[in-house]
């Protein structure tokens, strides 16, 4: 019957929405619990807590990834950096640039 069909693609297409949004909390929950490392200078709401660090809060992903890979290849130097950075996996950089790029942000001109 067409009509079950149409509902029987409907439903999965819910499942599969539903699904993919649980995985997807799923992965923010694994970023943010892998950016823990970084609040106490970058803060978890992606603003520097210490005055000598950058806010990260919604930086481009990009720009975060090739930072991290940079100073964990000593590319770019920054002692503290270098420490933190030597630690990551791709995976873990993949993650904490997801964590921080993915903080909303609103900003208003001075
Ligand atoms: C002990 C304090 C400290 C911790 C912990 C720390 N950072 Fe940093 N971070 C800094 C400082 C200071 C700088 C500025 C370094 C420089 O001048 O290059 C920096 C710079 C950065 C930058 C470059 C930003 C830019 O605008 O170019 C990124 C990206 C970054 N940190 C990500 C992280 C991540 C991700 C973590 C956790 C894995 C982390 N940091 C942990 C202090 C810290």
């Known amino acids: 019957m067409p009509g079950n069909k149409r509902a029987a ?4 297409a819910a499942l599969a929405a539903a699904v ?3 995985s997807m909390a799923a992965d923010m929950a694994a970023a943010k619990a892998k950016a ?3 609040f106490v200078c970058h803060g978890a709401d ?8 950058p806010n990260l809060a919604g930086q481009n992903e990009g720009y975060l990834v090739k930072a991290l890979k940079d100073y ?3 590319k770019r130097e920054n002692e503290m950096m270098n420490t933190m950075a030597k630690n990551l996996s791709d995976q873990d950089i993949a993650l ?4 921080f790029s993915g903080i ?5 001109a001075p």
């Open 9 to 12: 693609a409907l439903l999965l």
């Open 36 to 38: 823990g490392q970084c």
């Open 46 to 53: 992606g603003l520097a807590k210490v005055p000598d660090a």
């Open 96 to 99: 904490v640039a997801a964590y």
């Open 20 to 22: 993919s949004g649980q």
């Open 104 to 108: 909303a942000v609103t900003v208003k």
């Open 72 to 74: 964990k290849s000593g």
